[in-house]
């Protein structure tokens, strides 16, 4: 079987590129007779690949001086939690907008310590649509607004920044982060778990403006704590050093290919060859509005749910992998984060077709 | 060069076994196409082999029924704060016994949260020893006695289990986990960080006797809620997978070997040579009480401070690396986990004699 194409949401294809230098550097990184797995995160080696990993971050995303950047163990929900400890004062209150079950748990998380203000939700539209910008109910004095800049179960992504004032932004990029260019100095704070654009699960990335910690003053797990963190260069205690190194690996690979203009071009021709493949056809649908699609998760159903296993089938056969929705939302869900090439979802569109043709 | 041994204290040295096998399946998972980096961690690939690296655990511990095995995204530093939030009410106390650098930062940690009585400590001796059991103040009203089964920094172990009565024993067994059997009936809870016995870091163990998750009712993130976790087969979100899979790698090799009562023999004979080597000199001097050194860390110093720099410069040129000793405490450390062969430490041992015959 040739290699197969993989749509996992999460933990999710990574570039065969980076893969084999993996292998390759497993026993022996570089000469040094040890895989990175082994190093002393305060050697000088190991030192070097955190600082070349950061510095080839904040190249990608042009990252301005007075922003820092953590690698920090875990995934989003750990900073679901750790968000709210460090940003959101007892006496104060943080805005939320909901737009998907990744939203819900955000919120959800951040209550358990704080006040929250859900500002919008598109929850009445069973999670197609961003909440329209005008129809937000904001609070000046927020600690913060979160929002989830792509719903990797809804496939609903927002396509721009939404201007919410002097109020710090914070969002959640878990699922597009990397998959264009973002205007750092348009948030607060940028955050996600890595298992989706930048490498293995287990590892965080979080980008925030340097005079955001410590406002909330509030007792937390030294480790959770962003300022603490920061003046620790993320080594408070060890961190996850063999994601960071991999996560390394899929910076540099990023910008071998061109950086984050080239990947969005890529991205936004994927998304667009398969959503115009399921517009174009009333056999699958996707009930996102227009506006607010996904480029790297998109949820879609068959007309006839009773066909869904034979679908499924059928694409396993063809070496096209996890399409199938999440348990929450049933139907088929094709991720295409930035390591599934343009050649993955044009063989997802030729199935779609003949399936149709053959079925329908 | 021949391959080096890695003397790191943590992240170490880990089995060129599992090093090949993780390399030679890093882009091809047993014919999948995928790499286990790549799979969903709801999928029946990776759910199996998370659920084989649980049962070989559970056989070489000898874990009963009646106690839940987490694997938890981060390091044990974060440990130190979850378990004061599901073990300690904020009404209540916990013993901690001191007998070191990790200790003292358990000790902290918890004092984040909750009311700490130091039951016993080495400190004025410099922590070079367990204090003397009979000398402890236990509370017998304590949520929990805590202790770090093996100061790795140090290098002071307990060699017994301690009799703490009804109370919960809480260990940290970051650095002497798997280093020979233990008897998990005796604990409440084990826990540990995996870079030194277990994988690479960013992955923690946690073995709680069941009744225990939930005792102290505290607002916490939901990822340190042991309870939750235990509910959740430690997948309240994505675990991190990679890092679970190659732990499930160490452990099928320690099965191979012979499980724990083998690698205790092991172990033992390398301490041993070690310690022998260091105590047939006046050249050099390890200055814990010989009833408490640990097999994992062996601290030591020159007798001239001054010939240091030349030692690990020495050092370093036979393929003895990461010799030098922890920051705050200085002079030399070698770890000599479970993955460092007897011919690393009989290296070692000629290499100790070889520079005190040309340089004392």
């Keep these: 079987m040739r290699k197969p194409f993989n749509f996992s949401a999460g933990p999710a294809v990574l570039p065969e590129a980076v893969l084999a230098r993996a292998a390759s550097e497993m026993s022996d990184w570089h000469g040094t007779g040890m895989s990175v797995m082994e190093m002393s995160h305060r050697g000088k080696d190991y030192m070097g690949i955190q600082a070349q990993a950061e510095a080839d971050l904040r190249e990608l995303l042009n990252i301005p001086s007075g922003y820092r950047v953590l690698f920090l163990a875990g995934g989003a929900t750990l900073q679901f939690a750790a968000l709210a400890l460090n940003l959101l004062p007892e006496d104060g209150s943080a805005d939320y907008i909901d737009t998907g ?8 998380e951040a209550q358990r310590f704080g006040t929250v203000r ?6 009445d539209s069973g999670y197609t649509r961003v909440p329209d910008r005008n129809d937000w109910n904001l609070d000046p004095n ?8 792509n719903e990797t179960i809804g496939g609903v992504e927002f396509h721009d920044t939404p201007d919410v004032g002097r109020v710090p932004l914070v969002v959640d990029a878990s699922s597009h982060i990397l998959s264009r260019p973002m205007d750092v100095r348009r948030y607060g704070m940028i955050y996600g778990g890595a298992q989706k654009n930048i490498g293995p699960a287990g590892l965080s990335l979080v980008i925030i403006r340097e005079d955001l910690p410590g406002r909330a003053r509030r007792a937390m797990p030294s480790i959770l704590d962003y300022g603490k963190q920061a003046e620790n260069d993320s080594m408070i205690n060890t961190p996850p050093t063999y994601a960071i190194y991999l996560a390394g690996l899929v910076f540099q690979w990023l910008k071998d290919l061109g950086g984050l203009t080239e990947m969005a071009r890529r991205n936004e021709a994927k998304a667009r060859l398969l959503y115009d493949a399921l517009d174009a056809s009333s056999f699958y649908s996707n009930p996102v509005a227009p506006e607010n699609r996904s480029w790297m998760n998109v949820p879609f159903t068959l007309a006839d749910a009773s066909l869904d296993a034979e679908f499924l089938k059928g694409a396993e056969a063809r ?4 399409l199938k929705g999440h348990r929450s939302v049933g139907g088929m869900r094709a991720s295409i984060y930035n390591a599934m090439p343009l050649e993955g979802v044009q063989a997802l569109v030729d199935y779609l077709k003949e399936f149709e043709r053959t079925r329908a």
Tied chains: 1, 2.
């Design 101 to 108: 079950i990744w939203s819900s748990k955000a919120i959800g």
């Design 142 to 149: 927020a600690a913060y607004v979160h929002l989830c800049g």
């Design 118 to 123: 859900v500002a919008a939700s598109s929850k």
């Design 319 to 322: 070496g096209l992998m996890n």
